[in-house]
């Protein structure tokens, strides 16, 4: 038997996406999100208006999707609450979040250099798509709180033994994307670790209790 619940949240499970951008002042910024979908060489983003990725992307058309293993979860979790605008907004800093200038330091990952964009790869990421704008949508509700960028692919760089011998695909066996779920984090099918964005979200769950 179905139900009507009313969801108001329809994360229903999406790959979660470093955004690599580069800051009005050349410094990089880094942002998690999981609003990403792929057709052909061109990726759908959707982000608020309020994120600083937002701001980047607009100035610079440029960004780097880096898709992190679910081996990464500690890393994406680190800055999941952090936001690359000095000026933080009231809803976002209830919800525990904090400016942070340097998201890679944070996160503890490495920046690395692209072949095509100005935006920076996190070499750690097993997956680096370098990526140009190519036009950008307001989005969500009368007010428009966010913008659908549309993103066309120019380079795919992924870990060696990723890509099944002799092809040019990736190994569905051998990749394992850090997936979220309902704010919550996934990896083959498991939830991998808890998550500061549920609960910032106060996203209610029924997930285990960690025991000691």
Request: glycine share 8%.
């Amino acid at each position: 038997m179905h139900v009507v619940p009313g969801l108001k949240v329809l994360y229903f499970g999406t790959p979660v996406v470093l955004i690599g951008t580069r800051n009005e002042d050349g410094t990089a910024n880094l942002a998690p999100m999981s609003s990403a979908w792929w057709l052909g060489q061109s990726c759908m983003l959707g982000l608020g208006n309020n994120a600083q990725t937002t701001v980047n992307l607009l100035r610079e058309g440029e960004c780097v999707l880096n898709l992190p293993s679910s081996a990464m979860v500690d890393a994406v979790d680190r800055i999941a609450l952090t936001t690359g605008k000095p000026a933080v907004p009231d809803y976002k800093r209830k919800q525990g979040y904090r400016h942070e200038p340097d998201k890679f330091s944070t996160a503890g990952l490495t920046e690395q250099a692209s072949d095509l964009v100005r935006a920076p790869r996190v070499a750690e990421c097993p997956v680096q798509l370098e990526c140009r704008v190519v036009s950008a949508h307001p989005f969500g509700g009368p007010e428009r709180h966010a913008t659908a960028f549309e993103v066309e692919v120019l380079r795919a760089h992924v870990e060696e033994n990723l890509v099944i011998p002799g092809t040019h695909y990736v190994d569905p066996l051998g990749w394992d994307p850090l997936i979220m779920k309902f704010c919550e984090f996934f990896g083959g099918g498991h939830n991998v670790h808890p998550s500061r964005l549920a609960e910032g979200w106060n996203m209610p769950h029924a997930l285990p209790v960690p025991t000691a």
